[in-house]
């Protein structure tokens, strides 16, 4: 699933979960994928008639409602769709005594395999969470002989698991012998820092059944050295898919492992939102007629046809971004919703979530 049906789904769940009925009145259809679908209907039928014994009237009236708008729906969409259908229908009125009885269906984006049907005061969601959770993660190891910081990469989320200082000495001035003890004392209590690294890391990520690959990264060589030694799990070990340079430790050491890691984090959905920000405000500092940024200005540029790339930030209300998302279609604009969880993402919301990558300068 891309990033903007991600976001769709998001968008779909949060309105569900934004619900909430007086009692238990609001209705959760699954209906697995391959499954008859007459079946399910059958079975909400039946249920109509067991909800005639309901001792409160109102909500007696509200399940009732319900489950003959799902019953509805279901028979206009005729067969059960390729990976199953969900559907929610329940009172969304705020008006005491002026119910208003919606419905709501989505086909996942993968194979459902649940059937269930359940009455709550709350529409039951979590099926579909799982299709917006980030499956496979990255191990972040980031060291030197100061210090170590041990991470995870999901999504365009990352994550600081864990930090470690040592107690290795600085380097001496002095020469002779006692500068070689004192450069033997160093690699001994490296060693020994680099043993609690790896003890972490392991004890972290090695049964990470989702883990697929890990960064190393870290200032000089000493990365090098804790790859070699025997501190972390051959299988881990063998997972190493990237070993970079680079400045920082702790948690910007963590940020800039990410950005080092383009080559082998191609296709991950954190390098493909860095890189359309970072075109955007590479534009914004060379060919400012080229991007567009701020709700008004975004909005007369989609309404010209100028917008080549619509970014919207998912910080922005959901109205919104679906008012943007229609007018970027109507144009053939290519539409990125942009998670606020990477730097540039930030940026971007405090620009005010809307920014655009223009086709042509607009006056």
């Not at 007086?22 to 699954?30: A, G, I, K, P």
């Not at 991470?151 to 001035?173: C, D, R």
């Not at 383009?262 to 991950?268: I, K, P, S």
């Amino acid at each position: 699933m891309d990033t903007n049906a991600k976001q769709k789904l998001k968008r779909f769940i949060r309105n569900l979960d934004s619900i909430r009925g007086r009692h238990t009145e609001l209705v959760s259809v699954y209906v697995p994928a391959g499954y008859e679908l007459t079946k399910i209907i059958h079975h909400l039928s039946q249920e109509q008639g067991t909800a005639t014994n309901i001792k409160d009237k109102q909500t007696r009236d509200k399940v009732i409602s319900s489950l003959e708008k799902v019953i509805r729906h279901l028979r206009v969409i005729g067969r059960t769709p390729k990976n199953g259908i969900a559907v929610f229908a329940g009172n969304i009125s705020k008006k005491e005594g002026q119910p208003d009885i919606q419905v709501f269906s989505i086909e996942p984006p993968e194979e459902l395999n649940i059937r269930l049907y359940r009455c709550d005061q709350i529409f039951v969601t979590e099926p579909l969470k799982e299709y917006i959770e980030y499956k496979e993660v990255y191990a972040l190891i980031v060291i030197d002989r100061r210090e170590g910081t041990l991470g995870l990469l999901k999504g365009t989320n990352i994550v600081e698991l864990a930090g470690f200082t040592s107690n290795v000495p600085g380097k001496t001035t002095k020469g002779g012998q006692s500068q070689q003890r004192y450069a033997r004392l160093r690699d001994i209590a490296a060693a020994e820092f680099f043993k609690r690294v790896g003890a972490a890391a392991n004890k972290e990520f090695f049964e990470m059944k989702e883990l697929k690959g890990i960064l190393l990264g870290g200032p000089g060589p000493t990365k090098e050295d804790f790859q070699k030694g025997d501190y972390l799990h051959t299988a881990l070990k063998n997972k190493i898919i990237g070993v970079k340079d680079l400045s920082y430790t702790g948690s910007f050491g963590l940020n800039e492992l990410v950005d080092k890691s383009h080559d082998v984090l191609a296709n991950e959905v954190i390098i493909e939102e860095k890189k359309i920000m970072q075109e955007f405000f590479q534009k914004l500092a060379t060919e400012s007629d080229k991007v567009s940024y701020g709700k008004d200005e975004v909005k007369k540029s989609l309404e010209l046809g100028a917008v080549k790339v619509l970014l919207l930030s998912e910080s922005v209300e959901d109205r919104d971004i679906e008012e943007f998302e229609k007018l970027a279609e109507a144009s053939n604009s290519e539409i990125r919703v942009i998670s606020t969880e990477t730097r540039e993402g930030t940026q971007l919301k405090e620009l005010g979530g809307f920014a655009a990558i223009l086709r042509f300068p607009v006056y």
